[in-house]
T-cell receptor, first 112, second 113 residues
Framework: DSGVTQTPKHLITATGQRVTLRCSPRSGDLSVYWYQQSLDQGLQFLIQYYNGEERAKGNILERFSAQQFPDLHSELNLSSLELGDSALYFCASSARLANEQFFGPGTRLTVL | EDQVTQSPEALRLQEGESSSLNCSYT??????LFWYRQDPGKGPEFLFT???AGEEKEKERLKATLTKKESFLHITAPKPEDSATYLCAVQAGTTGNTGKLIFGQGTTLQVKP
């Protein structure tokens, strides 16, 4: 158990819908990261927050957004969902800006 | 462009048969190289961080090494429970002071009893 929690574990929804994925980092960690894992693309970095502020962006679609709250938990919002958004979404956390990251169990999103 | 390539894609070993997994990287200014283990449907589990060429780290049957162009994950006398996908990732200087990880596609290891 990494100490990072993610909810829900599974999410099944329809195209065009909007969903919110939630992540609680390890106790004391200030950085939160979101990654997408699909069979053809592997693990891809989406976005990083550090102590409530956006720190880095990857190839995150405009339909996707995220935020980190004062209690350091984070949410990833996915809207206007497409079939291709079906993937595993992982949250990770680290103590500071750029050291080792610990991953949560993931949310499996299925868009039908 | 920063890139990470892992080989082989898949590896089958008999229990006790030692081998090595390769991670080749092309990055502008390596800030760190990370190894993770991932079981099917689960989140990656952190194994090692390497920062400079010549560095080595060990954990049970695993040993990670780093050169200026690649890293190896050596598995000595593997057991069936070592079966998993092993992921290599780098933090590049081009990403500034951020934690962005660039992952390879992984090597899926199967150890047969």
């Amino acid at each position: 158990d990494s100490g990072v929690t993610q909810t829900p574990k599974h999410l099944i929804t329809a195209t065009g819908q909007r969903v919110t994925l939630r992540c609680s980092p390890r106790s004391g960690d200030l950085s939160v990261y979101w990654y997408q894992q699909s069979l053809d693309q592997g693990l891809q970095f989406l976005i990083q927050y550090y102590n409530g502020e956006e720190r880095a962006k990857g190839n995150i679609l405009e339909r996707f957004s995220a935020q980190q709250f004062p209690d350091l938990h984070s949410e990833l919002n996915l809207s206007s969902l497409e079939l291709g958004d079906s993937a595993l979404y992982f949250c990770a956390s680290s103590a500071r800006l750029a050291n080792e990251q610990f991953f949560g169990p993931g949310t499996r999103l299925t868009v039908l | 462009e920063d890139q990470v390539t892992q080989s082989p894609e898949a590896l089958r070993l008999q229990e006790g048969e030692s081998s090595s997994l390769n991670c080749s990287y092309t990055v502008s200014g390596l800030r760190g190289l990370f190894w993770y283990r991932q079981d099917p449907g689960k989140g990656p589990e952190f194994l090692f961080t390497l920062y400079s060429a010549g560095e080595e780290k060990e954990k049970e049957r695993l040993k990670a090494t780093l050169t200026k162009k690649e890293s190896f994950l050596h598995i000595t006398a593997p057991k069936p429970e070592d079966s998993a996908t092993y992921l290599c990732a780098v933090q590049a200087g081009t990403t500034g002071n951020t934690g962005k990880l660039i992952f390879g596609q992984g090597t899926t290891l199967q150890v047969k009893p």
